[in-house]
Each structure stands twice: as structure tokens, then as C-alpha cells.
């Protein structure tokens, strides 16, 4: 079966360290997205991606990074500079614009 | 500015009940509308789409909603809820000709025996 597949499903994170949380898809979709969710406020666009080898910033890119070097991969890595990164991390992909949009199960990341 | 508003954050029903969850948004320009669940510990699963065509549109597990331009609210009802509806349930919508979902802040609907 085509899907999403996000790793690892619990993180934790040490004070200054950098993570990186996996996102495959074999949908064969172009489009690619990575969001935050915390409780009460719904879910956040961090980055996406429409193409490989291009990606462009959401509305909280700040203290996050991307690369897209296939079409069925799209890590995320959590920098140091972001100061609260505990929350749930959602992966999504689709097809063309306008189209929903299929999510993974996501990754939750806590601080140590 | 576009925004996506669920008014109510927890919505209690008993089983069998009927439930509408409700959703308005803001926007200019045409907008496609969507309900994803969501389980705990889990992503979202789409529940139905609104893309064009006949406003009452009808999705899994015996949800519609009904898109009302005019009020620019896309309700969310289900005629009987069961216990295993419980769950978080996002309202979206996408701007016509882009790729931006646009969440609202979700309703959590607790289904009681």
C-alpha cells in the first residue's frame, strides 16, 4: 500500500543537540510538507517542498531545516536555534495543488 | 488574511446523539474546503472535500458537510456518532490555484456511552 512513512515515532532532543526526523513517501507525489502541531492551535507549516532540489519556507521556518534530494524524501532537522521544540511533527504529501494533502503518523520530539 | 475558525474547541455528545461541528472561514478568493480526523498519536485522515459541484458533499464513516458561500461556513454533521468517533476533528482550506492548507485550531469530539 502507497503511504507515509515518518521515523522515528518518539525522539528526544539534549539541550544544544540537532535532530533530524525522517519522511517517506512512495505515492509518487511531487509535493512534500512538514508541520508543527501543538495542542490548541491546530497545525503550523514549517517548510514544503514542490519539486526536488527546491523548498520553500512556511510560516514558522525559523530554527528548522530541509533538503529534498528525492522525490520520496524530505527530512526535517531541528536545529539548536529553535527554542521550543517539543511538539508533534506531521508530515504530509500531495499531488498537485489543490489536492488533499496524505499525512504520516507523525513524530513526537520531547526535550531532555 | 485568510483563516479557518472552529468555534468550539470540545464538543460532548452521548452515542447515537447527532453532532455538527462547525467551521467558518475568511478569504477573497475561492477556496477549497476539507475535515480531517484525527486519532490520538495518529495523523490526519481526510474525512470529505469540497472542491466543487454540489455543496452537500458526504464522506467515511457517515459524515457530510454542507458548504454555505453566502455564510462562508462548512459544517460538519453526522446523523448518529458512535464511541469510536471520538477524536480531533480539523477544519481546512486551500486558496484556489495554491498549496497552502490552512488549519483551523481543531474540535475535539468526545462520544459518551
Known amino acids: 500500500d502507497g503511504g507515509i512513512t515518518q521515523s522515528p515515532k518518539y525522539l528526544f532532543r539534549k539541550e544544544g543537540q540537532n535532530v533530524t526526523l525522517s519522511c517517506e513517501q512512495n505515492?509518487?507525489?511531487?509535493?512534500m510538507y512538514w508541520y508543527r502541531q501543538d495542542p490548541g492551535q491546530g497545525l503550523r507549516l514549517i517548510y514544503y517542498?514542490?519539486?526536488?532540489?527546491?523548498?520553500q519556507k512556511g510560516d514558522i521556518a525559523e530554527g528548522y531545516s530541509v533538503s529534498r534530494e528525492k522525490k520520496e524524501s524530505f527530512p526535517l532537522t531541528v536545529t539548536s536555534a529553535q527554542k521550543n521544540p517539543t511538539a508533534f511533527y506531521l508530515c504530509a504529501s500531495s499531488s498537485v495543488p489543490g489536492q488533499p494533502q496524505h499525512f504520516g503518523d507523525g513524530t513526537r520530539l520531547s526535550i531532555l | 488574511a485568510q483563516s479557518v475558525t472552529q468555534l468550539d474547541s470540545q464538543v460532548p455528545v452521548f452515542e447515537e446523539a447527532p453532532v455538527e461541528l462547525r467551521c467558518n472561514y475568511s478569504s477573497s478568493v475561492s477556496v477549497y474546503l476539507f475535515w480531517y480526523v484525527q486519532y490520538p498519536n495518529q495523523g490526519l485522515q481526510l474525512l470529505l472535500k469540497?472542491?466543487?459541484?454540489?455543496?452537500l458533499v458526504k464522506g467515511i464513516n457517515g459524515f457530510e458537510a454542507e458548504f454555505n458561500k453566502s455564510q462562508t461556513s462548512f459544517h460538519l454533521r453526522k446523523p448518529s456518532v458512535h464511541i469510536s468517533d471520538t477524536a480531533e476533528y480539523f477544519c481546512a482550506v486551500i486558496l484556489y490555484n495554491t498549496d497552502k492548507l490552512i488549519f483551523g485550531t481543531g474540535t475535539r469530539l468526545q462520544v459518551f456511552p
Open positions: 469540497y472542491l466543487s459541484g454540489s455543496t
Open positions: 517542498s514542490q519539486i526536488v532540489n527546491d523548498f
Open positions: 505515492l509518487n507525489h511531487d509535493a
